[in-house]
């Protein structure tokens, strides 16, 4: 049953989750979703949602270059990226042209946004959480923050700046006992090297004249047209990725833009139900 289901293996050199779908054989399913986690999430950080969201649809999620600690070369361009996601998918065994979503968070977003952008893949929809037409300078400065600890090969430093980045006020007066055990897990399930890599080539792209900063994407998604929809979630007190630069990206996009209330950055895990009600809505409509 569900254990059957939640069972970790290797695809392509990356640790993922290949669910089918809870439906019993011989219904209809949805079409697949991948699923790309942030920054400095691996395959636990995600086992509820995939649980919830693979109820009637396979689901792949899979650590990235630069997640967990499976070594790996450290070119994490989004470029590379987009080729790991369509190698990944590969050796999943899914149909080349069997059309699927694409749902990312963070840094997970701006990768399934450069996947749709190559044209090589057939995305379906695309849904993005915490992603932006810009960063504001407290997001820059943070992920700067961020940066100079694991340049300074301080895990746990990185992982409670992380943390004060990510969450409200309120999530973290509520849950502040539990924040030790975190930083812990952060710092267990990754590397120094694999994110920092990925911190550095987040801020490189987020240069306005980058080919591959999160406008040019949204540009180049809509004029393939290609992709059927897409959304941008944000959190009410996201303040990195702001709701205002949010819904600039949706436009350039043609997207639709949904806020979820009462969550900064880390939408999916402040208010984890709120945001899968608002991902299967998406998908199923």
């Not at 050796?91 to 963070?106: C, K, N, R, T």
């Not at 600890?149 to 895990?155: E, P, T, V, Y």
């Not at 290609?226 to 709701?243: K, N, Q, R």
């Amino acid at each position: 049953g569900e254990l059957m289901r939640f069972g970790a293996c290797g695809l392509a050199g990356h640790r993922a989750l290949l669910l089918q779908s809870a439906r019993a054989a011989g219904t209809e399913a949805a079409p697949p979703v991948v699923l790309i986690g942030g920054t400095a999430q691996w395959l636990d950080s995600w086992t509820a949602h995939a649980q919830a969201i693979s109820r009637d649809r396979r689901l792949l999620l899979y650590e990235t270059r630069g997640q967990g600690r499976a070594p790996h070369e450290l070119d994490v361009s989004l470029d590379t990226h987009a080729r790991d996601l369509a190698t990944v998918r590969r050796a999943a065994g899914w149909a080349e042209d069997e059309a699927f979503d694409l749902v990312g968070f963070s840094f997970g977003g701006r990768v399934a946004m450069a996947a749709a952008a190559t044209g090589a893949l057939p995305v379906r929809r695309i849904i993005t959480t915490a992603v932006a037409s810009r960063r504001s300078a407290r997001g820059r400065l943070a992920l700067r923050g961020c940066l100079s600890s694991l340049d300074a090969r301080d895990l746990h430093g990185f992982a409670y700046q992380m943390i004060l980045a990510s969450y409200s006020e309120s999530f973290l007066e509520q849950h502040e006992a539990r924040v030790p055990q975190w930083i812990e897990a952060i710092a267990e399930a990754n590397t120094c090297e694999g994110l920092g890599a990925i911190v550095k080539e987040t801020l490189a792209t987020e240069a306005e004249e980058h080919p591959r900063h999160t406008l040019r994407l949204a540009e180049a998604i809509r004029a393939q047209g290609a992709v059927e929809a897409g959304l941008v979630i944000s959190g009410s007190e996201d303040s990195f990725s702001t709701i205002e630069s949010a819904a600039e990206l949706a436009a350039a996009a043609e997207w639709e833009h949904v806020i979820v209330e009462g969550a900064a950055h880390a939408v999916p895990l402040e208010q984890s139900s709120a945001w899968r009600k608002v991902v299967r809505t998406f998908l199923d409509s």
